[in-house]
């Protein structure tokens, strides 16, 4: 027996080579996405939720009803296609770099203006926007007193809401965590016994926001440092240039980006240079 008759004989919905086109079409029109042809799997499994939420027979009507421009139903569809792998302190170089060297530069550079902004983008169920909440507090009791604040985005509605909320799972943090887990987070009591809850402190640097990276970006002033690691990797080079080239325009001179091992501006702009592991700074 084959592969594909076996797929045929255990997947409840018929699921077509036209019908795989139209949502790739669909997942790369409202997020970017470039979804390759063997993501087959992936794209079915995800969405076969949708049709049994919805009472549908088959993935031409769901594609028909994409194409209507249903806004509750485009929402659940990107939020079903997006994929959101994180942990606190994950890729930890970078944290060092930041509390190591960025930090005290530009506690130095901004000394008399004492205001930090950064962007954490596809920050999903807001670990990376935390840890840099606890690498700026850690750095010196001074930032604790300074305007500090970091935008954390994301496409997908479920994963902000989780973020908003901070409240974690004890079992999935503690070893990321370490000793950080009594510092910064209240456990769970009651019925929230086995979670953990971020404390205030950390809360009020943090902004979530949603946000569709394909969009117009409503911010105006720029960040010292812009965090969109294993986020570039889903797009195609296309729009992983036109991306690199709007990241810039947010950042000043010698401003700081921070992306995933498998990404590089290096072949599709000259405006960032590397100065780290995964870690450029705009020079133009």
Request: charged content about 30%; some cysteine.
């Amino acid at each position: 027996m084959t592969a594909t008759s076996t797929r045929k004989r255990t997947q409840p919905y018929h699921f077509t080579e036209q019908d795989l086109e139209r949502l790739r079409k669909l997942i790369y029109q409202h997020t970017g996405i470039h979804m390759a042809e063997n993501k087959r799997d992936l794209i079915y499994g995800r969405l076969t939720r949708r049709l049994r939420a919805l009472d549908l027979k088959n993935f031409n009507d769901y594609c028909r009803f994409l194409e209507e421009g249903d806004p509750e139903e485009l929402e659940a569809f990107r939020n079903a296609v997006t994929t959101n792998l994180t942990a606190f302190f994950r890729e930890a170089h970078h944290f060092d770099y930041l509390a190591g060297k960025l930090l005290p530069r530009l506690m130095h550079e901004k000394r008399m203006e004492r205001r930090l902004r950064f962007w954490s983008a596809g920050c999903s169920t807001g670990e990376e926007p935390y840890t840099l909440a606890m690498v700026v507090l850690e750095s010196s009791p001074e930032l604790a007193r300074w305007d500090v604040k970091i935008l954390a985005t994301d496409l997908d509605s479920r994963v902000l809401d989780h973020g908003r909320q901070g409240v974690y799972e004890l079992d999935n943090i503690q070893r990321s965590l370490g000793p950080r887990l009594k510092r910064w987070f209240l456990r769970g009591k009651g019925p929230f016994e086995g979670k953990a809850r971020v404390k205030p402190e950390l809360k009020e640097l943090v902004d979530f926001q949603q946000l569709n990276l394909m969009h117009d970006w409503p911010m105006r002033q720029p960040f010292d440092a812009i965090f969109c690691r294993n986020v570039l990797i889903y797009f195609d080079k296309p729009t992983q240039k036109k991306l690199f080239e709007r990241f810039a325009k947010l950042l000043p001179l010698n401003g700081h980006l921070f992306i995933g091992h498998s990404e590089s501006p290096l072949d599709l702009t000259d405006r960032f240079e590397l100065i780290g592991q995964s870690i450029y700074r705009r020079v133009k």
